[in-house]
């Protein structure tokens, strides 16, 4: 697991599209975060109505569940560069080179699983922090913390390996880099909302939001939800659904990816 | 030279669709060999070559690396160069042999640095892969191959598309490794090259593998007599008639080339021209060429 590591340490270290992307988040956590806030400020000043009604989002501890609603969805950069970094490995033939020089099939999906860990606690971390910069700003209460917090970061951790597990299946299965970023991109952000918006008008129901991608994004919007009734009408989503849902997306992407890497043919 | 076999290929078939890429092909790779494969553009190298490196996998049939099996650790014991070099591009060469070393297992720092300098890359090693020329990354992948001694090399058209200079530094490099007393496994279009450093050879065709063995049995003791005089017109059927051995006379221009099936004394030859009043410019005695031996055995096929 350690060569793994290391392996992968070697890829990442000198390649561009890492740094840009690890900076780009590094920059925009903070700053959705605490942009949000600024907004809800400077809205709470003028219309005390809307302040009663979203209640505190950025008082401790309801700022780190809403810095988690906020960033779920940059997530999708690390999708991209996995997606990437997969592509390029396919196109410049190393996955094969490397399986001939003696690296295990399963190791390619393992190796790639490990950066997916990495990449979603990383994640985790700068959303705390930025929670907690934004929490020391805004919030109208004292600073504390409670066991919430680790609710809310294994919460958005787990948010982030779904995430980032869907961009390994368009990586593999598409194999070149820039359809599969245009496909990831395509579906997550566009043909999947609006495949769920339809669904949930269709069926007047909350559980089309469990269709893949969303799911993820569902861990932390039900989450939000117990404080805030953002579903309107309709009933939200039960606590477990996407837990439940994730967790079998996940068994059933891992099974297919290390059933597909061990049958293909490496060209 | 032992005689443990490194690789056993037994009864290998692999059907890409309706073309039957490998039909059972089955053969022993001996310790210390170098071995040759060799057969046209499809003819099923390549396939064989990344079914034993699990770049695929066979339909039917069995491989065993070193007589235990076909487990990814006994691939750590083989250097391979297939096909084409490749590697990180924008990662220099020593980053890149990092990679293999780490995967491989095989050698560590100073064995790249090692490596580099016996390929004339290591003033290059800072450089990014994507920016060398074709022979630099050749010569790249020929040092992740020999990094660490392995037991084994693959080289799969090694001197696929190098120019003049390239094609002699590969030439050089393999006369090397040969020499050492390394197991080569060598697929390669350069018939000449083959018939140089090779100890034995396999020839397939269609997927069908049609002769294995030593060079020297491979050959025989069949010979060719090639004569050339400014006057030949009928001699050809008059040294038929006179030498039961030969096999087969081709005629160009003023040249004839004599397929025997057993060695003439060229004198003799010599002689009988003169006796026929023919005045040879060229007498010349030569073993059969491996590239001659390949086609008669392709054509027949």
Redesign the interface.
Known sequence: MLTLLQIEWLKIKKYKAFWIIFAFLILLFPSVTMGFGRIIENVAKNAQGIKMLLGGPFDFNQVFFTAAYLNNGLNIAWGMLLILMIGNEFQSRTIRQNVIDGQQRNDIITSKLILVLIFSLFSALLLMASALIAGLIFAENSFHVTSDVFEVFGTFFFASVMQMLFALVFGFFIKRPALSVILYLGYTVFIENIAVGILVAIFKSTYPKLLFTQAADELTTVAITRNFKIDGEMAPLPMEAPWIACVVYAGLILFFLYRYINKTILK | MSKEIVLEVTNLDKRFGKVHALKNVSLKIPRGSVFGILGPNGSGKTTML?IV?????ADKGSYSWFGQGND??L??K?G?L?E?P??????NGF?NL???Q????RGDNEEIKSVLKRLDLFDKSHIKFGNYSLGMKQRLAVA?AIMGNPDVLILDEPTNGLDPEGIAFMRRILMELAAEGKTIIIASHLLEEVQKICTHVSILQYGDLLSQGKVEDLLGASYTIVIEADNIAGLDQLLKNKFKSIQSIDVFKNRMVLSLEDKILPQDINAFCFENKIVLSRLELVGTKLEDKFLEITRKN
């Open positions: 990344g490196t699990d770049m695929q996998k990814y650790t691939r750590k083989v391979s297939i084409t490749n590697f990180y591009s924008y990662l980053d990092k990679i293999t780490l995967i491989s297992g992740a």
